[in-house]
């Protein structure tokens, strides 16, 4: 594999989608709620208490979108260092990466990435930042993978789809 550290505008973009969420026409059953995820692997959560659990629970929003884009630059910088070891990333860390990272919104784009360009944006990130051993037990993975859960509820069809398959769903499909 290789890596190489996203623009910093793509880490604003998964930054900016996680506190507005995606863009677009709102309904009651696609409405954006406050986006929340867990610092840890889903394997540890059922050994914490709920105290415990309060302490990895993250919820996004303008205040914290600085610190959020500071570990996804911090996570993507560790796995470029990571991978080309033997260089130490020289030159292929932009300074902003070691740098305080501030949220810079991005302007509305027209049309507004659709969805499955925000699942390709997600896969992208992970694929640059995924090069550290441990890459699924990082508060960034965790990120990543509760970001992408939220957004498939967001793609066309998605409410209107079997929430079970039984025999009366698959006669209607005969």
């Known amino acids: 594999m290789s890596a190489w550290m996203v623009d910093k505008r793509h880490v604003d973009l998964l930054v900016q989608v996680a506190v507005e969420g995606p863009h677009g026409p709102i309904t009651p059953s696609n409405a954006w709620h406050p986006f929340r995820y867990f610092m840890v692997p889903a394997r540890m959560l059922?050994?914490?208490?709920?105290?415990?659990?309060?302490k990895?629970?993250?919820?996004?929003?303008?205040y914290g979108a600085?610190?959020?884009?500071?570990?996804?630059?911090?996570?993507?910088?560790?796995?470029?260092?990571?991978?080309?070891?033997?260089?130490?990333?020289?030159?292929?860390?932009?300074?902003?990466?070691?740098?305080?990272?501030?949220y810079t919104p991005i302007p509305p784009l027209d049309p507004s990435p659709t969805v499955v360009e925000l699942l390709c944006a997600?896969?992208?990130?992970?694929?640059?930042?995924?090069?550290?051993?441990?890459?699924?037990?990082?508060?960034?993975?965790?990120?990543?993978?509760?970001?992408?859960?939220?957004?498939?509820?967001?793609?066309?069809?998605?409410?209107?789809?079997?929430?079970?398959?039984?025999?009366?769903?698959i006669n209607k499909r005969r």
Not at 56 to 62: A, G, K, S
């Open 122 to 169: 997600i896969d992208c990130y992970e694929y640059q930042a995924c090069e550290t051993p441990g890459w699924p037990d990082t508060e960034a993975f965790q990120f990543c993978e509760a970001l992408r859960k939220g957004l498939i509820r967001h793609l066309p069809g998605y409410h209107e789809a079997p929430w079970g398959w039984d025999p009366e769903e």
């Open 56 to 62: 990895v629970e993250r919820e996004v929003d303008l």
């Open 46 to 54: 059922r050994e914490m208490t709920l105290a415990e659990l309060k």
């Open 66 to 102: 600085d610190a959020l884009g500071q570990m996804l630059a911090a996570q993507n910088a560790a796995s470029v260092r990571y991978r080309y070891e033997d260089a130490d990333g020289r030159g292929m860390v932009p300074s902003w990466a070691d740098a305080f990272y501030e």
